[in-house]
């Protein structure tokens, strides 16, 4: 497959007058795709039911005509004031009781039936007015579903709705009583109408609570969802895709996608690094031009495993951002790079955000492809660049040879009781990624509901909460498995099994105790590096000891469990032996230099601010050096 | 007395099948005590007048039939549902409006009149079903009065209740308006009916209206107590005690200890390190395995004196608990130690919290005695030593030589009007009790009532709000006296009392004026140390100078008035100066190393990592070395 | 004209025998004005209708039969309760829809008609009763507009308020569209009763939004201000003053001015650095006691300028105060030196807050010049020794050589719109002040509405949002003009101009795109120093680059724009050398000292914790040492 590029577009910002130049100036740059419409509801339908096609009308036509292929999105992610008034308890609430009232975007509470039909309603009339349209050639629903936290809603919509949700689950109270351990405290209910939302308690509540709400509302944003795709699958024969946000974890995006035909995610790899990660401070300065070197990635295979092979970037960062606490330029290149590393994993296509940057309102320090006034920004040059490059190569994803488990229910479950103040599951499944990508791997994401491991030499399991169907996976998997540290160490309900975790197979183990630890109380382990955060104590047969004398790592060479979260380089150890074991190659690569292998093709990625002789930390690489920013591909 | 153990237990949460050999390996670990109950009401009324005794009368049985005491609590800390949905305003209002309520536990307004009936209704029937049950041989109210910042409520309940506390306090509005001194910035009442609580203010409120407010709040958990006491009294000869918990100071323990028999406290010597502690970080990780080797003590002290004498730790942390924002893992033998630093203080008993490890809600990850699996934890075999070792010995508490004087009403003053960020009353005091015991000295905390100072060699009374009746206990003393900073600065009504403090017996000195400082810019003193965060300009005879003229100390040796806050340095110098003075032979101990006296045994007890010489550092220990968190008793 | 001095007084905190004695001490010290009455409405109306005015006929006789000329206060800054419970809806809501109630002060809504009317009401009773009153020397209406964040509030009344003033300013809601850009999320309005108040929304509202509420809610000080100012107009020929706060931007100070006679405003240089300074900690332990060299010195030049030439400091630090952080001791002299420095920058008048320390309420432990007690403290001597010095002095300020423009607007511009963390207006118009102020200038603060710069050889124009008035000013001056950064880079609607910025009059460049940077990515400048924290790309002549080969500096010797935020040692480089071009000596002055010119006098001020040689670095200074604290002044 080809790697296209586009572009999101809003014509109701601009003059009329000025859509033909734009689109021939999206042509010429090499643009094939066009994202339009998403925001657009008040300009559709300004008062209820007083609807102005006409001139979403003339801008398809016009981007179309031009060559264009367009991705019209659902507009519900901005309701218009009018439909506030019409329905002023859409709102959501947050945990203290407050509205998050109209003036920004994404103004609703999910469960609001009333404004969940209006939803419908306006994805209907645009379906009916597009679905057939020849120009459109996908739909987005929405918008950044949890984007500004806006999954959990704490009102009076979402409670009615969460107990509706309960008695579906458990069928009688004292069912869920059971399930949550009521006893406990005398937190028992009578019935289902005495349940309320996990907000406002007088200290923490129950976290089998607060996992059982973070289910429901993942529900209700795939419910809202399906609603859409739905409508529209009755009126186009488009893919359908949804845009997801980095690092939004409130939501099931794999049950999501399982109702469309592509994910895709808006990648802004500047504003993420500033705002949401949990790199030191150095790190961060360091790749303050560039970021993460594997954050891009990591959500790259998160999203080709929520589209099942098929994913986008739809909107890629083409300049300085206005929402991260700093927002400063990208090196000459990122806009390159950023596109080819997304290629690299397998995009289908990549859409930079935004076409030209808008004078006004929220966003208008927000860079695109153009300046305000027309001028080319850096950006637009190298989405020329790349265009080029991609003219003639044809790459096709073929499979990576390791897999990490990726879980939604984990992180709810872990957040709802961390034990420690660092202990957030994303953090730790991403060192585990960022590990593997420095040891020159390719990785596959995978959600705990495979049932079928054999396509990968190797599975890392990170903290998954409950084994479910990745039990009888497991055991009939042949491939070399790292797991823990607290997999498995929940059941469903949030409870303790008994037997007590992590009942691995395979791997003979108990764990009898775990603590948390303060950042500065490591635990030194015998062969180098140390445990973070987290241990355990675990009885079973040693691989590794702590320098306690507690075992660091039990099990077997192929099929082993880990004690504890470990720092980089013992991680860096740890799943190189593994690799090794899996009789995995791998690399050693040098600060922000980057492989990843797709189909006969390997691209090298270099986030680092300085040169790297490329033959001599890839094997089999072309020889040179390859600039800071710069990308290099060859056939492996 | 000899030492005695026991353990928490919760019946409702385990098979009854179980109960009898949970109650044998309690007898068999050496365990004399166990407590129930306090968590149970949806298991003993389910609904409204719907009485289950029947359980809990089998659990009784087959407690006491194996040999255990049991303590029975009161379950009016966890309110079922239904008991909110009868009274739906009866939660706690946060200083922002914010209901704090149902789905975690101390959810209830002390103010409520409808709950505080039901409270004294479900206690009225558990007494008359269990005052005479000869299994039971003591009674504990409620449970925790205070966790969770649950004293101070701004409901309406409470502004009513208030309103009349204040009409009681003083008669009519004008007398309210001189204490207050409203004159200043208009805030004149003209009834009683006029005053709200102090939050929600555009600036800080009055420190009147605050320490008032602190008052009758701390008032009406005497009185929610004492009707439970009331009640408890006519049906029952056993004990009453109430678990305080760990530096939780917004309600009188001494006010609230007047209507019970036993003082008792929750001992989490590292999740409070973690989570309630001003020391720097280095020290929370040099004792993060251990506990503060004065916080336990300190606290053990204070409720000696709660108790009158009599006093207990009602639940001891024996492993890691989960509430703290790290929770790692003791150092083995600390369960152990922990218990008898206890004793050495004078514990009549130590009760593990405790038994089994529970494997669901909140409290999940909260080590026990056994693990989930019923398999012991480690510090089920550190109890059984600790009651082995107890079983021949008998302690009896004789009085320490020095007397520190502790005052609720001063940590709420210097709450509402700290001055200067650093100003705490517990740190200032905390500060004053470590200096103490690192000299290697026995202390008795002493309320601010006392009248007769005679059965102490030095009494040391930093930062305390007024004299109060201390004043002519002071003119009668002939031992050693350490006063100040900030002691006797205030009047009763939170105004400078003309003449200007400190107003103190024995010492001719007015402070002129005080400042508060900035952690970075210590006052150095003459004779070594500085003055942090507090110093004031002192007029009188001076004792030691700062380097800057102004008087540090002043007074007399037998009776001083120190001009700020010491560090730690100098707070060493000065109190050994003063022991001296009063005769009293100190130590010098080495780091993590502590003693106390009791009756005619001595203790060492050892918080370091490390090991130390005992008779290096203690004249008249014995020979040899004293391990990490080992313990060591000889008679003097 | 001689420097005067006076102090603030509260004749009803004290019993009317005092009163005598205090008058006849403050004339003895050489006090000349005394201000009273602002806070003394629940004195003077307890309750409504019923009016006491005979104790303050009292008060003012005996203070002005001393001598002295009093300031009358009118009293609305703190309504009494009876105001409250009349008007219940009166207080301003917080962003969270908190209410901010009685209690305290500055409780109201400036919003609020109901209250508004009381307001006028009071004070037309005080005009009428002391308009004429002979004693009566000046007015100060309400007290310190904008302290504890009161210029904005959430409430219904502000709300309806706003939608007035909207419909005033844009006359039809599609031009209220168009300025905000409401298209943009379809946040477009269909009328204004649609409209709401910026807070509560999900993100960032829109910064048009905010900024026009930012207006509205100065405006609305300004009216408030302006109809007190209007009564007593009608009833008294003395001049009418406010006392403005340190560092409060919320409201246009130059547009209230503009209905009075005189700006004061109220100097706390010890309080103002610990809790609203930007500098760094190491900064704030130096100047601990004295405070930031040049905050006082700002605030002069400010006031300077809202009053037209005339202004005082209507409160004084005398010693500690009791609202920041820490609250140290002032060095021995600043008491002096503080007054000192104001009558350099040309005040009429300093007054000591307050004449005696108050022993009750939440100022309990500010200091006077008197003790509680009576007793002198410091600042006493050092306020007589100031009135002995400026006895025989005659100063008037003949104007600054150097503008610099400050802009309210600006300042709430870049407060809704931040684009870097760091970004704040205050602080890069302050750091351009102290820059100046090291070089040894004296400067004049300018106003963006200035249509004539021929007065001064050198302007500077940091941040300034858009040039209104200012453009045709700077294209008709022939002085040096250093402008930027950021400097007209938006419409007066909050958009990007298109053209795009900065327009600068006689600086052919364009900004082409801006970031923002962590502070510890800064940006090398060729000729030394760095770009902190905002850099912009400028096509444009360049004067200087950068060492990434952008350039720093564009335009011309005597026309330059800044493109980023420079730190000290380029600000400082910059400066001198535009000094240098505008032909205007410059100093290299030490850390702390300091030189004002006012008229032929120049005065040297040390700030310093150590003494300095002035003449070494003050040419034509006197010989000698300046000590730390000290002041010296000669004829030029
Ligand atoms: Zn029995
Ligand atoms: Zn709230
Ligand atoms: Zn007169």
């Not at 990591?298 to 929402?323: C, L, S, T």
């Not at 935004?354 to 001028?375: C, F, I, K, T």
């Not at 355990?536 to 099929?559: C, I, K, N, Q, Y």
Request: contains cysteine; hydrophobic residues 40%.
């Amino acid at each position: 497959m080809k790697p296209q590029l586009g572009v999101c577009y809003y014509p109701e910002h601009w003059p009329e007058a000025q859509w033909p130049d734009d689109a021939a100036r999206m042509v010429e740059t090499g643009l094939e795709w066009v994202r339009i419409g998403e925001f657009a509801w008040s300009r559709l339908e300004p008062n209820e039911g007083d609807l102005r096609w006409e001139w979403l009308d003339r801008a398809v036509e016009v981007l179309g005509a031009a060559g264009l292929k367009v991705v019209m999105g659902t507009p519900t992610a901005t309701p218009p004031r009018w439909v506030c008034e019409k329905h002023p308890d859409m709102f959501a609430l947050d945990a203290n009781g407050h509205v998050r009232g109209f003036g920004s975007r994404r103004h609703y509470c999910f469960s609001h039936e009333g404004y969940c039909a209006e939803a419908v309603r306006i994805t209907r009339l645009t379906a009916e007015r597009y679905g057939r349209n020849p120009h459109i050639a996908a739909w987005q629903t929405d918008n950044e579903y949890g984007c500004h936290d806006t999954v959990i809603s704490y009102s009076d919509a979402a409670c009615t709705a969460f107990r509706i949700w309960l008695e579906q689950r458990y069928g009688n109270i004292g069912a869920l009583n059971d399930a949550w351990g009521n006893v406990f405290w005398s937190m028992e209910y009578r019935h289902f109408g005495e349940v309320f939302l996990p907000n406002l308690t007088v200290t923490e509540p129950n976290p089998s609570h607060v996992l059982d709400f973070q289910r429901f509302s993942s529900d209700q944003v795939v419910q809202f969802n399906r609603a859409q795709a739905e409508v529209l699958r009755e009126l186009t024969d488009a893919p359908l895709i949804h845009n997801y946000m980095g690092r939004t974890l409130e939501f099931d995006h794999f049950k999501v996608g399982d109702d469309l035909d592509v994910a895709s995610w808006d990648s802004y790899p500047l504003g993420f690094l500033e705002d949401r990660s949990d790199q030191p401070e150095a790190f961060k300065q360091q790749f303050a031009r560039q970021g993460d070197p594997d954050f891009q990635a990591f959500h790259h295979d998160i999203y080709r495993a929520v589209g099942k092979g098929r994913w986008w970037v739809m909107e890629q960062q083409p300049g300085p951002v206005n929402w991260a606490p700093h927002n400063p330029d990208p090196l000459p290149g990122m806009a390159r790079l950023w596109a080819w590393e997304a290629f690299a994993h397998g995009a289908e296509a990549v859409l930079y955000f935004r076409w030209r940057q808008a004078p006004m309102a929220q966003e208008q320090m927000h860079s695109g492809l153009l300046r305000p006034d027309s001028v080319a920004a850096p950006a637009l040059g190298e989405a020329a660049q790349v265009a080029a490059e991609a003219a003639h190569l044809d790459l096709a994803d073929t499979g990576a040879p390791v897999a990490l488990v990726f879980d939604y229910e984990s992180a709810w479950a872990w957040n709802a009781q961390p034990q420690g103040a660092e202990f957030d599951y994303f953090r730790l499944v991403f060192d585990f990624y960022k590990a593997l990508r420095k040891l020159g791997l390719s990785i596959d994401i995978v959600p705990p509901s495979c049932t079928d491991l054999s396509p990968w030499q190797m599975v890392v399991i990170p903290g998954l909460l409950h084994w479910g169907a990745l039990k009888s996976a497991l055991e009939a998997y042949e491939g070399v498995v790292v797991a823990g540290p607290r997999t498995a160490s929940k059941t469903a309900d949030m409870q303790i099994p008994i037997p007590m975790g992590p009942n691995m197979p395979g791997v003979d183990a108990t764990v009898a105790r775990v603590e948390s630890l303060r950042p500065d109380m490591p635990i030194m382990l015998d062969q180098g590096g140390t445990f973070q955060f987290w241990r355990e104590v675990v009885e079973g047969r040693s691989l590794e000891d702590a320098r306690d004398g507690h075992p660091a790592r039990v099990g077997t060479a192929r099929r082993q469990y880990l004690a504890g979260w470990p720092d980089e380089r013992a991680l860096h150890r740890i799943l190189a032996d593994a690799c090794d074991e899996a009789s995995l190659p791998t690399l050693d690569l040098p600060e922000g230099l980057r492989v990843r292998d797709i189909g006969a093709w390997r691209f090298a990625i270099n986030y680092a601010n300085r040169a790297w002789k490329l033959s001599k930390h890839i094997e089999g690489a072309p020889s040179g050096r390859i600039a800071p920013a710069d990308v290099s591909w060859w056939l492996k």
